[in-house]
């Protein structure tokens, strides 16, 4: 996560409605918070473009890895990370960030409106390695305290798809599930099931299928709201029938739509 209250990385062991807390790291040191910096030290908003560095990070190369760990990020055998504080002001100012980080990169933070280099572009290669590696670290040392080979990741930072797919690829458990609202919308559904399952003491079915029915497909709408919408703003459109759909939609992704 970024934060919870003080928590920034948990791992814990599910056991039917139980849960047990393994091992927690506090803030001010958080992988999250350290992605948000250094979001905002590529000109980007905090708490919003996390995900324009995610897809910044293939176009460069990890050149500042070096430079960053040991001195900006400690990045331990587990996992757990300890940031210097001296780079960072989010502890009790009003950014994330200071000119000692920017005079420790040889560059001042980009403006929101300025070109995209190659320097910011090898940053957040850089960034991307280092949440990446730290990820892969804690995931092997969540199955090495619990034995467990199924794996289930949540927080604002399991929605890096990068680190997550590096995860898949290790090849460390038999199954892995990310929470689709793994941010903070995802709180809300945390607190029901916590009250649903621990208090109220509700059995749960797991059967390996989308317990969420479809969270990954959004509202539902249809032809009869769509088409007047459409002629309302004076928009073209193509009307498809279903059994074509399929084919169409592939295609002009396939052509780069």
Known sequence: DGVGEWATTSIGEGDGNALRLVKEVRFPHSIGLFYSAMTQYLGFEVNVDEYKVMGLAPYGEARYVDRLLGEVIELKPDGS???????????FGLRMINERLYNHLGRPIRGRRDPLEQFHMDVAASVQEITTEAMLRLVQTAKALTGHDRLCLAGGVALNCVATGAIYRKGLFREIYVQPAAGDAGGAI??????WHRVLGKPRHPNGADAMKGAYLGPRTTNEVVVPFLESVGLPYVQLPEDRLPAEVARWLAAGY
């Open 81 to 91: 990370i300890a940031l210097n504080l001296a780079y960072f002001d989010y502890t």
């Open 190 to 195: 945390g607190a029901a099931l916590e009250i």
